[in-house]
């Protein structure tokens, strides 16, 4: 059960609470697909009839006032509650009905994420999952502020009130041709992608300001090719060997197993690997469905780990 669906939500708090996250009527809008003149209209009311403000403009972005931060936090506790009370719900009818809410990094969308529900709906058909795909800190907090039961993130420090539910470390490596002089190597080091055409994640990702930092503590400049925030494109323009590809193995895993790329690890004393984690409400707040989801996800991301090696 989601309590956005049921309507146990009112509309002016579901429009209050995205705007304060994202800092921004017009994303909320296009997050929502509704006009931006809708939610303002419902902001000003909200504001008018509290008597106070609950958004001050800063440097082209709403920040919360302090009658904002505490409608913040009474709204997020209120939705957490309406959770519970759901999945309490859902738990008196087993595994037989129900919804889990999942948000997820766009490399996990794209192998670990079908894996863990092909396996969870032969077992569970009749659950219901939803599953957002954002970055990992929006992730992170998705499940912070109660809309989300789990997440599958990136190397991000974890929100003090969000379990960690498994971990695995995965190398980075560079996305090859099979037939390209990458692909003879067993494994490679920073300095032989000196003067390569690199393709890299951009600020939205966390990889890009990763692979960023590795880079500048080895005193190796890269050749910029591109900058983009979609994994599926960087996949597309490798295949197409168009520039230097770094991932992880983590949302390539259909390439790799047809042939079409082959991964080889980067190996470096200057290049921690990437720590991919799965983050969950607290025990007593997760339905049984939330729970045997993640259980899955679990498996999957640890076989991952394995793969990665």
């Known amino acids: 059960?989601?309590?956005?669906?049921?309507?146990?939500?009112?509309?002016?708090?579901?429009?209050?609470?995205?705007?304060?996250?994202?800092?921004?009527?017009?994303?909320?809008?296009?997050?929502?697909?509704?006009a931006p003149s809708s939610i303002s209209r419902i902001l000003r009311q909200l504001e008018d009839e509290l008597g106070t403000s609950l958004f001050e403009r800063v440097r082209q972005r709403l920040?919360?006032?302090?009658?904002?931060?505490?409608?913040?936090?009474?709204?997020?506790?209120?939705?957490?509650?309406?959770?519970?009370?759901?999945?309490?719900?859902?738990?008196?009818?087993?595994?037989?009905?129900?919804?889990?809410?999942?948000?997820?990094?766009?490399s996990v969308s794209r192998g670990v994420m079908p894996q863990a529900l092909q396996e969870f709906w032969q077992r569970h058909p009749a659950i219901t999952v939803n599953v957002r795909v954002m970055g990992s800190q929006q992730a992170a907090n998705a499940v912070a502020e109660g809309e989300c039961d789990l997440a599958v993130v990136f190397d991000i420090r974890v929100p003090r009130n969000v379990r960690r539910i498994a971990i695995v470390s995965l190398p980075l490596g560079v996305l090859a041709l099979p037939d390209s002089h990458f692909a003879e190597k067993k494994e490679l080091k920073l300095f032989d992608l000196a003067g390569q055409r690199v393709i890299l994640s951009d600020s939205s990702l966390t990889l890009g300001t990763w692979i960023e930092e590795a880079f500048s503590r080895s005193f190796i400049d890269l050749t910029q090719r591109a900058r983009t925030n979609s994994i599926g494109l960087m996949v597309d323009l490798a295949k197409r060997n168009l520039g230097t590809v770094l991932q992880t193995r983590v949302g390539i895993e259909q390439e790799i197993a047809d042939g079409a790329l082959k991964f080889v690890?980067?190996?470096?004393?200057?290049?921690?690997?990437?720590?991919?984690?799965?983050?969950s409400r607290s025990e007593k707040e997760m339905s049984d469905a939330a729970s045997a989801l993640g259980k899955l996800l679990a498996k999957s991301i640890e076989r991952s780990g394995e793969d990665g090696i």
């Not at 939500?9 to 997050?31: C, D, E």
């Not at 690890?265 to 983050?279: G, I």
């Open 1 to 34: 059960m989601d309590p956005y669906r049921l309507g146990l939500v009112a509309t002016r708090i579901h429009y209050f609470q995205l705007v304060a996250r994202l800092g921004s009527i017009r994303q909320a809008a296009q997050a929502l697909n509704v």
């Open 63 to 106: 920040k919360l006032t302090s009658a904002g931060e505490l409608m913040l936090y009474h709204a997020r506790l209120s939705l957490s509650q309406l959770n519970r009370a759901c999945s309490e719900i859902n738990d008196l009818h087993g595994l037989h009905r129900g919804t889990v809410s999942v948000a997820v990094i766009e």
């Open 265 to 279: 690890p980067l190996r470096d004393a200057k290049l921690n690997p990437r720590k991919l984690m799965l983050l």
